[in-house]
């Protein structure tokens, strides 16, 4: 609890006019003081400020109501920009996002089993150019990575696939590049983007987004933010263990965890694995050759031991999803990740785990559906946590601060959007 | 997002300087001036109003620090009250509490097995003398209940032991009574209860307490709020299917649910049905008057048919916690509840399945420990409710509001906190 200081009133207030920029196209003075209740002399002098700054600018008059044509003040949407990166296991790609969500400046580079080292050797090689680009001021860079990050201290814990422990990732990249920088797991930022920028506008401010690829977490929107737990690691459900007699193993050393029954890894395992293998055989491979997409075609082309190998990864997930919609009773489920490729027999698996396990009245108003989101979902998330982040853009040059100011300018930010929104 | 008014600022300020009453036995002005950065002139103003509205009071000279000794001021105890209820399903308890959550005039009155209407009279007869006391005035009712419940909108959607279905009993109450009514299910109340006055101070904003008795259910404080999902039946996990094969039948029509196999309730019918049963006979009963008071010192007394089935309990409550525990990353879990009178066997059953089940950077640093409330930890919470609800402190006389302003008020005032605290 703080007390309310003028200064605060003041930002609060800009904040609040930044809001309503954000979200329409274009808008009069007069309809934002009208939407705000603030007077009409406090919006102009804020809307000055930020047409000073670059923020904003007039674009033209808008219709009459009667009177004189009001003018009308829009976003500049290249006025700043954000870098968002996604850490995949088999792909880092980072992007340039504008202030309306634009994405631009995609840099790629394969990155199957590199050791620490190399790692972050391939971040940089993304990022020189990104933050060298014509896109300038470029405001920070949101990092959606696997594994278990400590969000607050910007540290990657533990990332096996990356070969990185105990990283100070956050320290490395503001160091080299003068930028602010926010780490979140990449299932955590996936959900952020899903739950700002997915199809419809969410009816509720909780959601939970669940991600099946390669490996399976998810991220739990609560009260409009992100919930990442006490140690970071909420929403990370791939090695709750689901088997609970004679599991496989798992890469993480337990038996039987989620991931080894219903990841992408798990169903092309079991395809490869099929006695005399008619996936393989249809597509004319030796059966360790079979991937991800073979297994598609062999389900669309209706093979009944392919189809069976997604239903009971469908069903396995499902157990999980019910978990969770019964602990937490939200009712807004987005499902993400290459799983999402087998469609609806997948779909209907996970559905129907679902209003079996979790109690009725907790399920008859849950939604599960696919998200509208793509490859792109997890570099929107990650940017959205810095382009929300409103104290960014304050001033009118890119922000030089030190690490220690930089984590508490966000973590500020973040509990102020926590009382504003 | 809303406009900082003058207004706002001036309420901000004084529910800091409440907080701070409410935190400390007593205090001076300076030192409250000193701890919220406010002018000593403000912090004056805000105590003149305070003193004149009854809510604290000068009590005497602190120690001088050098110059001229400081007054010092304190909270009135007894100059506001709230009611708080428990509706048990074999008891129904109110009782009265100040604002320092001494408990009085408790008044109890057994419920087992009451239709729809007897449960609401049977309150009825608990609220008319409570309100009618010497403790005025009374600030508002707060109400835990078994079941599912909207507390938005004050109804009680389901709860079985009671016969109520979708019964609007904050509207009746408000009714009745004239005071502000805030309804909860019964372990989200005993949740808050444990998080704000249980023992040791929570190192961390969130915490999931688990209540273990007739039936089971669980609480889950995020960011220092109850959180209750789109539904209002967050952390409703005595439903969660937790054995999958041949599962008993459960009172909700399904089969296999985990208040079958880890309740009170559970344990009792398991004792109950022992083959060649010793706990009975070492009672010196017959097998179908074996209650859990029997089943505790047979326990005590090292029956080892007695322990296993207690063991088994906690086994599975363990799977629940687990999978709480994996799924939020929250580390501070506490027990409540009827069971928790079987200690450390118990204890140990749960914390070892946990350690098992989840994954280990998980539940490493998870503390799973037995609470500190015993029986008014509903009562506590539930009227906890009210009482951080500064909101209903402003004024000096108690508010008799129209329905729809008090469930925004309380709305509003949550959502305040939110952003205060």
């Known amino acids: 609890m703080q007390k309310a200081t003028r200064q605060q009133t003041k930002e609060q207030n ?44 007039e674009i033209g008059l808008g219709s009459s109501t009667g009177g004189k044509s009001p003018i009308l003040v829009s976003l500049v949407d290249n006025s700043r920009y954000f870098i968002g990166i996604d850490l995949a296991y088999n792909m880092f790609c980072g992007a340039i996002i504008n202030l309306r969500n634009q994405i631009s400046n995609m840099v790629c580079l394969p990155a199957d089993g590199m050791d620490g080292e190399k790692s972050l050797k391939a971040i940089f090689e993304i990022l020189d150019p990104l933050t060298r680009s014509d896109c300038q001021p470029i405001l920070g860079i949101g990092v959606g990575t696997p594994g278990l990050v400590n969000s607050r201290e910007g540290i990657v814990v533990n990332a096996v696939n990356l070969g990185w422990y105990d990283l100070p990732l956050a320290r490395i990249l503001e160091s080299r590049y003068r930028l602010p920088v ?101 597509a004319g491979k030796d059966p360790h050759s ?84 793509r490859e792109n979902g997890v570099i929107l998330g990650a940017a959205a946590s810095m382009v929300s982040d409103y104290s960014l853009l304050f001033g009118n040059t890119h922000l030089i601060v030190e690490q220690s100011h930089l984590i508490n300018s966000v973590e500020r930010a973040r509990e102020q959007q926590l009382s504003l929104d």
Chains 1, 2 share one sequence.
């Not at 954000?22 to 705000?36: D, H, K, L, N």
């Not at 029954?261 to 293998?277: D, E, K, P």
């Not at 009712?331 to 679902?354: Q, S």
């Open 14 to 57: 800009r904040n609040l006019v930044l809001k309503i920029f954000f979200e329409r196209s274009s808008i009069s003075r007069a309809e934002i003081a009208r939407m705000t209740h603030l007077t009409r002399t406090t919006v102009s002098d804020i809307v000055a400020d930020l047409i000073e700054e670059g923020l904003v600018a």
């Open 182 to 282: 926010f780490l979140l797991n990449d299932c955590q930022a996936a959900a952020m983007g899903e739950f700002i920028y997915g199809q419809s506008p969410p009816a509720s401010p909780n959601m939970i987004v669940v991600r099946a690829g390669h490996g399976i977490g998810s991220g739990i929107i609560i009260n409009g933010q992100l919930f990442q737990g006490d140690g970071g690691a909420a929403g990370e459900i791939g090695h709750v263990v689901i088997v609970h007699k004679d599991g496989l193993p798992c890469r993480c050393g337990n038996f039987g965890c989620l991931e080894t029954v219903a990841s992408a890894r798990a169903v092309v395992q079991q395809a490869q694995s099929l006695a005399g293998n008619s996936i393989a055989a249809q």
């Open 290 to 373: 079979v991937t991800l997409e073979t297994l598609e075609k062999a389900v669309e082309n209706g093979d009944e031991a392919a189809l069976q190998i997604v239903v009971q990864a469908g069903k396995y997930l499902g157990l999980a999803v019910a978990s969770l919609v019964g602990m937490l009773n939200i009712h807004n489920v987005v499902l993400m990740g290459e799983m999402t490729r087998f469609g609806n027999p997948w779909l209907k698996a996970i559905r129907d785990t679902v209003a079996k396990t979790a109690l009725s009245r907790l399920t008859r108003d849950a939604t599960i559906h696919i998200g509208s989101l």
